[in-house]
């Protein structure tokens, strides 16, 4: 079929042929742009390189590079890359890795084709998107590793402003843009802007970094 101009430029990256070309079959006719395809790590990060996909759906299981390593160096070498795991393994210790390693979102591979069509669209634009389940584990962790102590040289916090910080603090709690964009009157796109000029501004690179940051500042726990 014929990919639109702007279509979402996306690569799929599994070492299992048929599942590969089912997902990159799925993805095209759906009008998204697969750009390339790729069954091992270091194939991968070869052809991220050379493609530049706005996002990399990634199984974790790979040769070569592991999955995690994969996504920790495409996500180094463009941290405008998103990267969507889709995993057989729903294991907490894998979810974990993954998000740690740069991943934006993961999904277990039993999800449907609508609810990876969503996932890959969402996590374009930033969307933490995880399997059910899972979303509640990485911001548990996230909750943990904040009340850790804090480096003595940590510098001082960046001036968001009011809308900003209310935008903020709304991501911190698990909110999707559109619920976001809804809770407070806004345009989808106005909350975007602001999610990005609060991104800039942290020189953070995602909104798991994001969640993360909103978190260790306690912003979650705000009324």
């Known amino acids: 079929m014929t990919v639109e101009q702007d279509a979402l ?49 990634l199984d974790l299981n790979l040769p070569g590079l592991p999955g995690v390593e994969v996504c920790r160096q495409v996500v180094g070498q463009d941290p405008s890359v998103r ?15 993954a998000v740690k390693s740069g991943a934006t979102g993961y999904l277990v591979k039993s999800a449907g084709r609508d ?51 209310e935008v903020l603090r709304l991501v911190a709690k698990g909110l999707s843009y559109r619920q976001i964009a809804d809770r407070l009157v806004l345009s989808h796109r106005t909350v975007q802007n602001h999610v990005q000029n609060t991104l800039g501004k942290l020189q953070l690179h995602n909104r798991v970094e994001l969640v993360r940051y909103a978190i260790e500042q306690g912003l979650d726990d705000e009324a």
């Not at 599994?14 to 790729?38: F, K, N």
């Not at 990267?83 to 890795?97: M, R």
């Not at 998107?129 to 909750?143: K, M, N, S």
Request: proline share 5%; aromatic share 2%.
């Open 115 to 165: 609810e990876l069509l969503d996932a890959v669209r969402r996590t374009a634009v930033g969307d933490a998107v995880f399997t059910p389940g899972l979303a509640g584990l990485v911001l548990g962790e996230f909750r943990r590793l904040a009340a850790e102590p804090a480096q003595a040289s940590a510098p001082a916090a960046p001036q968001l402003t009011a809308r900003e910080t």
């Open 9 to 57: 430029r996306v690569m799929v990256v599994d070492d299992h042929p048929m599942w590969r070309e089912a997902v990159s079959r799925d993805l095209a006719e759906a009008g998204l742009d697969v750009v390339a395809t790729a069954g091992d790590g270091e194939e991968a990060v070869r052809r991220a390189r050379a493609c530049s996909p706005q996002v990399v759906v």
């Open 83 to 97: 990267v969507l795991v889709l995993s057989a393994s729903g294991e907490h210790a894998d979810v974990l890795e």
